[in-house]
């Protein structure tokens, strides 16, 4: 029997995800992204151990030699991306049940924080061991509890139990066993009379790392949290919402992130440019609600100006339904401004920055730097051009740059602005597939960098996830939000999100 309550929380639920669901594609559209879909499933299958059900963290284009880590954040990408496959036709209900036992056996099995059941960031697929010496070179690697990593698990876990109510028990028991509390530092922002998370925890102090001794959860066991904060709302604001939603943090520290750092003089003249805005007050807290400006664009930045950093949280969390005076204008803008930078200010003629392989080797952060607020930057080009508009009266601005070089595109990026922009996101992807080697029998490759034409033939646990999870709300009628946003965490985050007015115009 449904109290009234009850059956209020479930029409709004309904409300919101009848609201929410993106407009319907094309046939044409429709089975271009069903390809995609189709192809980056393979990718994410082919990463997984036959014997744990794990995924590794990445593995090479041709799918034949998967690295020996993985981390919580590629557990639930793929574990979200299994809910995705299943709801798209590209596996039966019955695999999607045996792959999510077999990732929940393993996770009741791995090596945790045992105080606060936090997951440390790298394991061995294979073993499930926790890894201490890195499998490429024999480097020693301390655990480390990640506030973001296991967001991003934890979400996945609160995903499943709705989408698979046979696992339902075993995933809320796993997801609540992981107390967020451990990262919140309740006195992190005394100005504001609410804390902010501190980015992880060691078990031991690491060497030649900055720690500071803590028990936030009141454990009686000390560890050793990073020394910096997540402080402004990038896609670490999921540890956020995780928190909030399981009732382990106050609902307040929402607010404690930063918008944009304060206009107060030079005391702030480190950020990339000087904000406009006004204070205002919610759960009465205090906060600067600040804009950036760019090409005539007003947004709320987040730290490096990339695409993931922006709405990777949006995949599960109805951002623009539960927050649509600020989220809600916000996700469009930054998309236009991501466009206009790669095609009108750098003239790539290509568009869509964050952190991926790099082509040339390694991992990277890419960006648009006006539109972050770290004033040294991410770039989209490897030659790292930055701009500095300045900060009036304490910081002058530098000469805008003469040309870019050699960008680098990941196409998760243009999966990302679907909802906001989707026949450039569209367009974009298939420039990308028609003009270079960028597409694979796994989907589309991590990125290219457009002006050497190099191509990293890689597939990555985390940005494949993020692009099953966008065709999953694309073509499964907003299937990842409706997982996540079920009526006890729409209660709880909603009325908290939704207040929230940002002055965005473009």
């Not at 020394?227 to 382990?248: D, F, M």
């Not at 989220?327 to 003239?347: E, M, S, T, Y």
Request: hydrophobic content about 35%; charged content about 20%; some cysteine.
């Amino acid at each position: 029997m449904r109290t009234p309550l009850l059956a209020g929380l479930l029409a709004a639920a309904l409300t919101t995800t009848l609201s929410a669901q993106p407009a319907a594609a094309r046939p044409g559209d429709r089975a271009t992204l069903l390809k995609y879909a189709k192809d980056t499933w393979t990718s994410l299958a082919a990463m997984v151990d036959p014997g744990t059900g794990l995924p590794s963290d990445k593995i090479t284009g041709d799918l034949r030699t998967r690295v020996k880590v993985t981390s919580p954040t590629n557990i639930g990408a793929y574990l979200w991306s299994t809910l995705t496959a299943r709801d798209l036709g590209l596996i039966s209900p019955g695999d999607a049940q045996r792959r999510a036992r077999k990732v929940l056996d393993a996770l009741e099995r791995m090596e945790r924080h045992a105080p606060t059941g936090q997951f440390w960031n790298w394991y061995d697929p294979a073993t499930l061991q926790v890894v201490r010496t890195w499998p490429d070179n024999g480097t020693v690697v301390h655990p480390f509890a990640s506030s973001v990593d296991n967001g991003w698990l934890a979400t996945a876990l609160m995903m499943v139990r709705t989408a698979l109510p046979a696992h339902a028990a075993r995933a809320d028991r796993l997801a609540r066993s992981m107390n967020f509390a451990a990262y919140y530092d309740p006195a992190a922002r005394p100005d504001a009379g609410t804390g902010l998370l501190r980015g992880g925890f060691w078990p031991e102090p690491p060497p030649g790392q900055c720690s500071v001794e803590s028990d936030y959860a009141g454990t009686g066991v000390k560890v050793h949290s990073t020394c910096h904060h997540y402080g402004s709302p990038g896609e670490t604001r999921i540890g956020t919402y995780v928190g909030i939603a399981l009732g382990q943090i106050p609902r307040e520290h929402y607010y404690g992130l930063y918008r944009t750092f304060p206009d107060a003089g030079c005391d702030w003249a480190w950020q990339d440019q000087k904000p406009v805005g006004s204070w205002k007050e919610y759960l009465g807290v205090k906060v600067w609600e600040g804009t950036y400006g760019y090409r005539g664009l007003r947004f709320v930045p987040n730290w490096g100006g990339s695409m993931f950093e922006e709405l990777m949280p949006d995949l599960v969390v109805p951002e623009s339904a539960w927050a649509p005076k600020s989220w809600g204008r916000n996700h469009p803008v930054f998309v236009k401004g991501q466009i206009q930078h790669g095609l009108d200010d750098a003239k790539y003629g290509y568009w869509g920055f964050s952190p991926s392989n790099d082509p040339h080797g390694g991992y990277r952060e890419y960006g648009v730097d006006p539109m972050g607020l770290d004033a040294a930057g991410y770039t989209t080009d490897r030659e790292r051009t930055t701009t500095d508009p300045g900060y009036e009266g304490c910081r002058p601005a530098q000469p805008e740059p003469a040309a870019y070089g050699d960008g680098v595109v990941t196409p998760h990026a243009s999966f990302l602005a679907l909802p906001y922009a989707k026949k450039a996101a569209l367009a974009n992807l298939a420039k990308l597939r028609g003009n270079f080697d960028a597409y694979g029998p796994g989907g589309f490759y991590d990125a290219v960098a457009v002006r050497s034409g190099v191509v990293s033939r890689w597939y990555l646990a985390l940005d494949q996830g993020m692009v099953m999870a966008a065709l999953g709300n694309e073509l499964a009628s907003g299937n990842m939000r409706r997982y996540f946003g079920r009526p006890d965490v729409e209660a709880s985050l909603r009325p908290v999100m939704e207040p929230e007015e940002w002055e965005v115009a473009g």
